[in-house]
């Protein structure tokens, strides 16, 4: 097995890498699964406040509005902008302070999105907003929001610092109550759950993690009058005297380790499962490319391009080019050199296992390439298939460690032993801090009435955490039966295009404001999917690869439900059989066929 560069292709140990990995798997696989982490109520409640807008007391409202959207990240935002455009009158409702969701609470010192900007970020057209890098940062994301919900008239109608407790169907008004933790009692005929996906931050179930006495706070509740600096990366002058400790190295570390390395008296990361990180290479856009790409059309293109490229087959121009259709590229281009006789299934599982083989095999390199202490170079190598955990890009993080300030302190799988009041300890020794900072990341796997904090009580006093008991039930991942004129805006059971979940979102938003519209220009008051129609369709997807997306073998995360078999009160985190590509292209002919065959329309 080689460890110290990349070998040749057919030259790899695949047997001894199988072995390996299943080692590393083992080492972390845990009974507890999910239930690990820590839910920040009681105690623990404050580490959810919010640090960037002072909350506004106001009155209580008694209103109707035709929708209502529940969040106001990209699902809120590009739904009602949307049905503006529409002629519909939406209320966004949104727990924090301002627009934005995930890019509203993540404002950690070098957030930014691993997705390239052209088909990430949302209405890029419809704004006239050129992105000014490939991979644009978090302060750009969330200004982008906020252009959307000004451009499109979101902001006049908007309750922020509002969270939903409850919704009731009024069957014979056809219309939704639906309750606040402000004390609002508000009606709308539709209403748009737009959550998101990775909202509700998690703490890890260390002992003692509240007897420590010095500063902390989970990375999306940044605390910069502590650190000092700001969002868009001024030093964090604040913390040259202090030692800091970050738990966790997974998507979000790795974006800001970088940036207290270089703040930091002292910095310790601590470290359960390294995270595998490929180069970054970001770069500004050129407006005078922008401008001749730009023609009209052209986010949708981006989109479809991505899309097919990183999940059919290849198509002959890669527009955007990143490290997600790079898997893909370098898949079908393995395929290509099969003979006949091994086009089948199993040899094409064989591929996918060499390339990534090869692959990770080359990041592992890197490691060795850029840090220079050989002992944390080892350590930081992932031991895993690359779509085991969320792959990371970064031309800092792995040099982060060969500043004689930051140090790694790996745990070997094993996680931090305890927490006292003065410091972390691993492996029985004591690590001395002013500062833990957890990058612990966010609820995934848990119920999603857990995760959104409300129930819905639909027609017949139906509770969809019970209608959901034994997993998600949808047609197209938006309808659900018993729930009239709700629609959900995620990516499972429909497109499940996890590496550019805005792509779901935009779609979505053309699928639902066509029902509202159809709904309002006929005169109906209620829009349902049959009881058979959603049956169909589970039936559907159950034809096609679903589970978790890492899969049983890999080293346990939050793509693989931390290692543990998928259960009741688990998404179903299916999609459609034949691909993201093709998904979008059925609903894009079940919309424009106008019979919007599933769904019952009623007065
Ligand atoms: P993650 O859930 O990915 O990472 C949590 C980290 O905490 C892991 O490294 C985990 O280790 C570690 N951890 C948990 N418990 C312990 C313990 N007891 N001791 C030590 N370490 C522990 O959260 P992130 O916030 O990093 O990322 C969440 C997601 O947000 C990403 O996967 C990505 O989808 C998204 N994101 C997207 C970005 C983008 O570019 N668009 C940027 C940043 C985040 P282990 O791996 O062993 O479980």
Redesign the pocket.
Known sequence: MTTESPAPPGRIDTAALRQRYRAERDK?LRPDGND??LRLTGELAYYLDDPYTPRTERAPLTDHRTVVCIGGGFAGLVVGARLREAGVDVRIVEKGGDFGG?WYW?RYPG?????AAMV?VPLLEETGHMPTEK?VHGPEILAHCRRIGEQFGLYDDALFHTEVSGLRWDESESRWLIETNRGDRLTAQFVVLGAGL?HVPKL???PGLTSFRGHTFH??RWDYDYTGGDATGARMDKLSDKRVGI?????????CVPHLATAARELYV????P?SVDVRNNHPIDPDWFAEIATPGWQQRWLENFTHNQTGQPATEDLVQDGWTEIARRMWGKIATLPAEHRNPAGMLAVLEESDFEKMEEIRARTDEVVLDPDTAQKLKAWYRQLC??PCFHDEYLQSFNLRNTHLVD?D????ERITETGVVVAGQEYELDCII?????E?GTPFTRRSGFDLTGRGGQALSSYWADGMRSLHGIHVHGFPNVFVVQPFQGANLISNVPHNIVDSAKTITTIVRHTLDRGFGAVEVTKDAEAAWLELLATGPGGTIGGPDC?????NN?GQELGANQWLPRGYPYGASAYFSYIDTWRRAGAFEGLEFSR
């Open positions: 972390r690990q982490y995930t993540n957030a930014m999105c691993d997705t990430y991979y990775l890890p179930g260390i990375t999306s738990i966790g190295t997974g998507a979000t570390a790795v974006q601590f470290q359960r499962t995270s955990k969320r745990t799988g094993k996680g931090v957890y990058a612990s990341g966010f995934v080293t346990p995360g939050y793509y931390e």
